[in-house]
């Protein structure tokens, strides 16, 4: 068990027995009078959202969550199926997958997370290659300083096709490689 004050964003804890993640803490008082700590979370189970304040010498369990490689397989609506090297599939359900729908590909390599010997969601690499599938032509005289213009990205999904800013010099069929973590245009991606 460990004290609030050793606990950091992205730990995840039990609180009434549930396991959350910590997203946001924010830290009030002072040494004389004690510490609080605001924390905004999320149930891994449910992702219900949690802000409560605790004292600086609450005890929480932290929990240390399985992880293994997997390949995103194909959706079985409402269940996104994931397999691993020895076959086993996974399903995982669209809600606690947040933004990695946003860059599924058949045959897809990330990591499942697992609670409790249940799949609750996957970790994406940090970066991935993607092909551009629409993006506007650049406008001559529209150059400018930093100009960026959308640029949608291949995916599994069609309906969550998802869109990057992106330099005005990529083009349609580009490939570009993008940062998950922040979303963002990294670079275009040379064979």
């Known amino acids: ?15 009434e027995g549930k ?3 910590v997203l946001r803490s924010d830290v009030n008082g002072s040494s004389r009078t004690g510490f609080t700590y605001k924390w905004k ?6 992702n219900s959202p949690l802000e409560n ?10 929990v240390v969550l399985d992880k293994k490689p997997v390949t995103y397989s194909y959706f079985a609506d409402p269940l996104y199926v994931f397999m ?4 086993e599939q996974y399903e995982i359900e669209e809600e606690n ?3 990695a729908l946003n860059y599924l590909k058949d045959g897809m390599e990330c ?3 697992f609670y409790d010997g249940k799949a609750i969601s996957v970790e994406l690499p940090t970066t991935i290659a993607r092909q551009i599938v629409y993006s506007e032509p650049a406008v001559k005289g529209n150059t400018s300083g930093n100009v960026l213009k959308d640029a949608k990205i291949e995916n599994a999904i069609e309906s969550k096709q998802f869109t990057v800013q ?16 922040t979303n963002e245009y990294k670079k275009i991606v040379r064979n």
């Open 41 to 46: 979370m999320k149930n891994l189970l449910t």
């Open 53 to 62: 304040v605790f004292r600086g010498d609450d005890k929480f369990d932290v």
């Open 97 to 99: 997958l947040g933004d």
């Open 19 to 21: 396991p959350f993640i």
């Open 166 to 181: 992106v330099p005005l010099f990529v083009s349609q069929d580009d490939v570009i490689e993008i940062d998950t973590r």
């Open 84 to 87: 691993d090297a020895e076959y």
């Open 111 to 113: 990591e499942a997370v």
């Open 1 to 15: 068990m460990k004290p609030a004050k050793e606990i950091r964003v992205g730990n995840i804890i039990m609180v």
